[in-house]
């Protein structure tokens, strides 16, 4: 079936450490997205690529950085920067960019430093 | 002001009843309007998606625009346990613009 999928379900880090977050999709969508949520807070926009080697910030990428070197592929590394980590992490993906007619989510990824 | 709002709830109600989940918007330019439904530690699902204004129903959920208020409903008749999740409105100005996503409000269906 086809589908996105992140890894690992629950991340734990560490004061000072990088960590990545991978999110693989085999629907052959061209557009991906990283949104962070928080409680009381509607999905937060982190990172966006239309298209492979490809991507744009979007509102609020400090502490944050991505890759996009393949089409199916879109880690996050959530870096020693990022100074409230603690969040849901979801990835998404559109078929085209913008795609309204809906994302498909994965299941997301819940950080906790610790 | 944020673009877009949501109450967070949590809303609870008896099984069987007829919900009445909302959204306000500030931007004037969105003109697509989405429904995802998120359960506990899942991602969000689509549910429903409208153009404009007007009204779209799809089995028991119905999803109503209205532009001149800048306020987007979504009902669920004949609610079911099953329903109980968090609502998220999302919206957009063209096919190609970033949505925008609401808080979510939380809805408790009680057998």
């Known amino acids: 079936d086809g589908g996105i999928t992140q890894s690992p379900k629950y991340l734990f880090r560490k004061e000072g450490q990088n960590v990545t977050l991978s999110c693989e999709q085999n629907l052959n969508h061209d557009a991906m997205y990283w949104y962070r949520q928080d409680p009381g807070q509607g999905l937060r926009l982190i990172y966006y690529?239309?298209?492979?080697?490809?991507?744009q910030k979007g509102d609020i990428a400090e502490g944050y950085s991505v890759s996009r070197e393949k089409k199916e592929s879109f880690p996050l590394t959530v870096t020693s920067a990022q100074k409230n980590p603690t969040a849901f992490y979801l990835c998404?993906?559109?078929?085209?960019?913008?795609?309204?007619?809906?994302?498909?989510f994965g299941s997301g990824t819940r950080l906790t430093v610790v | 002001q944020k673009e877009v709002e949501q109450d967070p709830g949590p809303l609870s109600v008896p099984e069987g009843a007829i919900v009445s989940l909302n959204c306000t918007y500030s931007?004037?330019?969105?003109?697509?309007f989405m429904w995802y439904r998120q359960y506990s530690r899942k991602g969000p699902e689509l549910l429903m998606y409208?153009?404009?204004?007007g009204n779209k129903e799809d089995g028991r959920f119905t999803a109503q625009v209205d532009k001149s208020s800048k306020y987007i409903s979504l009902f669920i008749r004949d609610s079911q346990p099953s329903d109980s999740a968090t609502y998220l409105c999302a919206m957009s100005g063209t096919s190609y613009d970033k949505v925008i996503f609401g808080p979510g409000t939380s809805l408790s269906v009680i057998p």
């Open positions: 931007n004037s330019a969105f003109q697509y």
């Open positions: 690529s239309q298209i492979v080697n490809d991507f």
């Open positions: 998404a993906s559109s078929y085209k960019p913008g795609q309204v007619y809906g994302y498909t």
């Open positions: 409208t153009y404009s204004s």
